[in-house]
T-cell receptor, first 111, second 110 residues
Framework: GQQVMQIPQYQHVQEGEDFTTYCNSS?????IQWYKQRPGGHPVFLIQ?????EVKKQKRLTFQFGEAKKNSSLHITATQTTDVGTYFC???????????FGTGTRLTIIP | DADVTQTPRNRITKTGKRIMLECSQT?????MYWYRQDPGLGLRLIYY???????NKGEISDGYSVSRQAQAKFSLSLESAIPNQTALYFC?????????FGPGTRLTVT
């Protein structure tokens, strides 16, 4: 079945530093979604990318979808304590119609 | 009010007991899902349903069953709970894109 690998598993950064998490697939993806789960909470949808090479921004967050549609990244500029949580990528392969989630990157911030 | 609700929120049960987790949504979506979350393993799909008459196994369906009672309701059952089913369980619903998750049910099997 389709697998989406996500790295790193954990990331500890000083407040104000940047943070990046990566998702990689061995197969071409129809789209990529990103979710954030706060400690003790549930996953919340952030964004969906569909087009090859697509880049979208939400304030300090930048999302990219690779040219080959096999990888994606989420970059946070100048992290804040509100960014704490686990970030998941998720994707459908073509025709699958269901999401496969990456294992997540847990971000902790050192004040 | 929350779009997706789950009951119970926490449950401790003994090995061999039958337990049902319930999920309701007010989004009016046809698609509903049950996931299991374990530390370091992300979210793994147990079962999903694209409409009331449609039920599909996910990647880890063994030991679980589901019932789609209505468009808004999707329940997950553990017929005979075992300790390695201790986990956080999420229900979700979607249209054709983003998924909306419930608050989760923390299940402990002793």
């Amino acid at each position: 079945g389709q697998q989406v690998m996500q790295i790193p598993q954990y990331q500890h950064v000083q407040e104000g530093e940047d943070f990046t998490t990566y998702c990689n697939s061995s197969t071409t993806l129809s789209n990529i979604q990103w979710y954030k789960q706060r400690p003790g909470g549930h996953p919340v949808f952030l964004i969906q990318l569909v087009k090859s090479g697509e880049v979208k921004k939400q304030k300090r967050l930048t999302f990219q979808f690779g040219e080959a549609k096999k990888n994606s990244s989420l970059h946070i500029t100048a992290t804040q304590t509100t960014d704490v949580g686990t970030y998941f990528c998720a994707s459908e392969g073509f025709g699958n119609e269901k999401l496969t989630f990456g294992t997540g990157t847990r971000l902790t911030i050192i004040p | 009010d929350a779009d997706v609700t789950q009951t119970p929120r926490n449950r401790i049960t003994k090995t061999g007991k039958r337990i049902m987790l319930e999920c309701s949504q007010t989004k009016g979506h046809d698609r509903m899902y049950w996931y299991r979350q374990d530390p370091g393993l992300g979210l793994r799909l147990i079962y999903y349903s694209f409409d009331v008459k449609d039920i599909n196994k996910g990647e880890i369906s063994d030991g679980y069953s589901v019932s789609r009672q209505a468009q808004a309701k999707f329940s997950l059952s553990l017929e005979s709970a075992i300790p390695n089913q201790t986990a956080l369980y999420f229900c979700a619903t979607s249209d054709l894109s983003e998924q909306y998750f419930g608050p989760g049910t923390r299940l402990t099997v002793t």
